[in-house]
C-alpha cells in the first residue's frame, strides 16, 4: 500500500507541479501558425530539414533546436539525417532526446533499419494520459464502493480477531473435557463449533472484500487497456461467487466435519486465488506508472520548448540541458523496466503453474518497482529543472490549447493492431 500511495503522490506531483508552481506568472500562450517545411530545407548551420508534417513554429523550433544540439554533439547524427527518408525523419523528431540518442550509438546504417520499423501514431489530445474514458459518476461510484470495501475488511478482520480469541478460549476450556459429557462440556463444544464456523465466514468475507477492494481500482483506473480491466473484474466477480458459495457451505454446517469440509474449501480457493490477487494488483500498480510515464514524456516536450525560448532571448541554458538530458534517460530507463514487466504479465495470466505464476509477478513487480524508483528521480531532477528555469529568468511553456492531437513513436505492427 505505501509503495501504491507513493506513486499515485508521483502522478500528482508530476501532473500539478509546472501547472501550479506557475500559475501565478500568467503566461499567455503564443499565437501559432502552421507551415509545412519542405524535402531539404537548408538551415543556417547547414544541417538538412527534411519533413512533411504539418506542424507548428514553436513545435519546429524546438525539435529543430534539438536536433541541432545533437547533431553539434553527435556527428553520426548529420549522416543519419542526410539519409533518412522525410516520413521518418517526422519519426524521429517526435523521439525523446534519450530515444534519439540510444538509436544513434546503433551507427547509421543500424539506426535506418531500425527507423523502417516505426511510425508515428496520432493521438488525440484527451487521450494522451489515458487508455480508456470512465464516466464521472462511475469513477465516483468507484471510489464510494472501494471505501465501502476498506470498511468491510476491516470489520471481516476484526471480527475475525475476536471471534479466534473465543474459540482459543473455548479449545482450551474443553481440555478438560476430553472424556466428560456434562451440560457445561457440551456447552462448551457447541461453542467452539460456533466460533469455528464464523471464522471461517470471515476469512472468506476478508478475502472477499480484499478482491473487492482491487476491482474497485480497476473499475476507476482509466490508464487500464479496457480488456484487460475487464478480463480482471469478471475473474474477480466469479472468485468472490467461489466464496460466497463456500460461505453458504459454512453457515449450513452442522457436524465437525462438515465445518472442516467448509474451512477446507475457503483454503483452496485462496490458495488458488492469492497469486492471481498478487497478479491483478501488480496491473493496478502498473497502470499508475504507465500514466505518470506519459505524462513525464510530454512534460519532456515542454521543457525542449521552453529551452528552445529562452535560447532565442540569449538566456544560457546549457547546464539545464544537461538535467533535461539525464530527465530523459531516466524516463527511457523507467518506461524500458515497464516493458519488460508488461511482457512478464502478459504471459502471467496465461500461466497455469502456480509456482511460475508466482515467480513471474514476482519478477514483474521488481521491475515496476524500478520504474518506480526512477521515476521518482526524475520527478527530483524536474524540481531542479523548473527551479533552474525559473532563476534564470526562463518560463515555462504552458500546454498548447491549439494542438487538438498529438503524435507518439510505436512500432508498425501495434500502430496497425490499433
Request: glycine residues 2%; contains cysteine.
Amino acid at each position: 500500500m505505501k509503495k501504491q500511495t507513493a506513486i499515485f503522490m508521483l502522478a500528482v506531483l508530476l501532473v500539478s507541479l509546472v501547472p501550479i508552481s506557475l500559475a501565478q506568472e500568467n503566461i499567455e500562450p503564443a499565437r501559432q501558425r502552421t507551415f509545412t517545411i519542405t524535402h531539404s530545407e537548408i538551415k543556417p548551420n547547414g544541417l538538412i530539414m527534411k519533413t512533411s508534417k504539418l506542424v507548428t513554429d514553436s513545435a519546429i523550433q524546438w525539435r529543430f533546436k534539438n536536433l541541432e544540439r545533437l547533431v553539434s554533439k553527435n556527428p553520426r547524427a548529420q549522416n543519419l539525417i542526410e539519409n533518412i527518408p522525410g516520413e521518418k525523419l517526422d519519426v524521429f523528431l517526435h523521439m525523446s532526446r534519450a530515444q534519439q540518442k540510444k538509436l544513434l550509438e546503433q551507427g547509421t546504417e543500424n539506426a535506418l533499419k531500425a527507423m523502417q520499423g516505426l511510425k508515428l501514431k496520432p493521438v488525440n489530445k484527451s487521450m494522451l494520459f489515458k487508455k480508456r474514458v470512465i464516466e464521472s459518476n462511475k469513477l465516483k461510484q468507484a471510489e464510494q464502493n472501494y471505501i465501502r470495501a476498506g470498511q468491510n475488511y476491516l470489520k471481516a478482520l476484526n471480527s475475525y480477531r475476536q471471534v479466534k480469541t473465543q474459540f482459543l478460549e473455548a479449545k482450551e476450556r474443553l481440555r478438560e473435557c476430553r472424556d466428560a459429557d456434562s451440560e457445561e462440556c457440551n456447552e462448551l463444544r457447541e461453542r467452539a463449533q460456533n466460533h469455528s464456523k464464523e471464522m471461517i465466514i470471515n476469512s472468506a468475507n476478508i478475502i472477499i472484500e480484499h478482491l473487492n477492494k482491487i476491482k474497485e481500482k480497476v473499475e476507476s483506473s482509466e490508464t487500464m487497456d479496457e480488456e484487460r480491466a475487464q478480463k480482471i473484474i469478471s475473474e474477480i466477480n466469479n472468485s468472490i461467487s467461489e466464496l460466497e458459495d463456500a460461505i453458504e457451505q459454512a453457515e449450513a454446517a452442522e457436524t465437525k466435519a462438515e465445518i472442516k469440509e467448509a474451512a477446507k474449501t475457503v483454503s483452496k480457493l485462496w490458495i488458488r486465488i492469492r497469486h492471481r490477487e498478487r497478479l491483478h494488483t501488480a496491473s493496478v500498480v502498473k497502470a499508475r506508472v504507465w500514466g505518470i510515464m506519459k505524462r513525464s514524456e510530454h512534460l519532456e516536450e515542454r521543457l525542449d520548448l521552453t529551452l528552445a525560448k529562452m535560447e532565442e532571448q540569449g538566456i544560457n541554458v546549457e547546464d539545464i540541458n544537461a538535467k533535461v538530458d539525464e530527465f530523459s534517460e531516466k524516463i527511457l530507463n523507467a518506461t524500458s523496466r515497464y516493458e519488460q514487466a508488461q511482457d512478464l504479465m502478459d504471459g502471467a495470466y496465461i500461466e497455469e503453474d502456480k509456482e511460475k505464476l508466482k515467480e513471474t509477478v514476482d519478477e514483474a513487480k521488481q521491475l515496476i518497482d524500478e520504474a518506480h524508483e526512477l521515476l521518482k528521480e526524475a520527478h527530483t531532477l524536474l524540481v531542479e529543472i523548473v527551479k533552474d528555469i525559473k532563476a534564470a529568468g526562463g518560463e515555462i511553456t504552458p500546454e498548447e490549447e491549439t494542438e487538438e492531437e498529438g503524435y507518439e513513436v510505436v512500432e508498425e505492427e501495434d500502430n496497425e493492431e490499433d
